[in-house]
């Protein structure tokens, strides 16, 4: 069964078309990569599905229900999340004070953020698991602004989770981590994909390679190719899109395969 399908997925901001005629499906339960050069719309594919922008042209489904048209924050309530390539978390609140806020939002309860905590209520349990599934414990009480770039990272990914998503889309959630990093972020959403459907965009092509299930190729726009990591190594198309680009680290013995 597909979480998300596209059909003919197009957007066009004048002459620029981020996304072009996209149609694909992303299986649930498994983890699908979405990789391509910078600019090639990958982010924009994103914005797509969670309603950050309109398509020109196609469809989105969500569970089998077409939501193109759905706004942002019913994607939100029906399961659909994301993070975003730039960090998004309150700087000046602690761990747990930004994770409480995200839980009392699904609860109705914004307006208490600054209140009292019950200690004992179904949002701090709820807070509690979030914090211990983002392996955050240690760090409850630390302020966002203080913690390292990769626990940000997780912190950011717990605001997703507290909006108990059945799907949720990470847009580089490596970015700006070293090796060891990116490879304990790598392992963390291997583990979310245990339980969710995730979605990940990612240019650490050497995590991307050993933690997906499936993984789409877009270049200019375009769907390039799609497959398992094994398929997509050896795909000359795939290996011509990344030339000169640099920015890749297609391990050398595998794309000796290529
Ligand atoms: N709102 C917009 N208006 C005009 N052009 C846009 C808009 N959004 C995206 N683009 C353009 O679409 C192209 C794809 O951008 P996008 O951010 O989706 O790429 P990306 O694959 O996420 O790149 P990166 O790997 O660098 O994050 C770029 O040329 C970008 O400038
Ligand atoms: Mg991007």
Redesign the pocket.
């Known amino acids: 069964m597909s979480s998300l399908k596209t059909e003919n997925l197009s957007?066009q901001?004048?002459a620029?078309?981020?996304?072009d005629d996209v149609s694909v499906e992303i299986a649930a339960g498994r983890l699908t990569s979405i990789i391509?050069?910078?600019?090639?719309?990958?982010?924009?594919?994103?914005?797509l599905l969670t309603g950050l922008?309109q398509p020109t042209r196609g469809k989105v489904f969500f569970d089998g229900q077409d939501v193109t048209r759905m706004p942002v924050h019913q994607k939100v309530r029906a399961g659909l999340t994301r993070t975003f390539?730039i960090l998004n978390v309150f700087d000046t609140l602690t761990v747990e004070e930004n994770i409480r806020a995200a839980v009392q939002r699904r609860h109705g309860r914004s307006a208490y953020l600054f209140c009292a905590p019950d200690r004992h209520g179904p949002v701090e349990d709820e807070l509690s698991a979030v914090i211990e599934r983002v392996r955050l414990q240690e760090k409850r009480k630390v302020r966002a602004c203080d913690l390292s770039h990769g626990h940000r990272r997780h912190l950011e990914i717990g605001l997703s989770l507290a909006t108990r998503p059945k799907t949720l889309l990470l847009?580089?959630p490596m970015s700006g981590l070293g090796m060891y990093e990116s490879s304990v972020m790598g392992e963390f959403v291997r583990e979310l994909a245990q339980e969710l459907t995730v979605v990940l965009?990612e240019?650490h092509m050497s995590v991307v390679l050993s933690i997906s299930d499936t993984i789409l190729v877009?270049s200019q726009?375009r769907l390039l190719a799609s497959g398992t990591p094994a398929e997509i190594q050896a795909s000359p198309l795939v290996q011509a899109a990344y030339l000169g680009t640099g920015r890749y680290d297609l391990p050398q013995e595998r794309a000796a395969h290529a």
Do not use: I, M, R, W
């Open positions: 957007v901001f004048g620029v078309k981020p996304v391509g050069p910078n600019g090639a719309g990958k982010t924009s594919f994103f914005n922008y390539q847009d580089e965009v240019h877009l726009g």
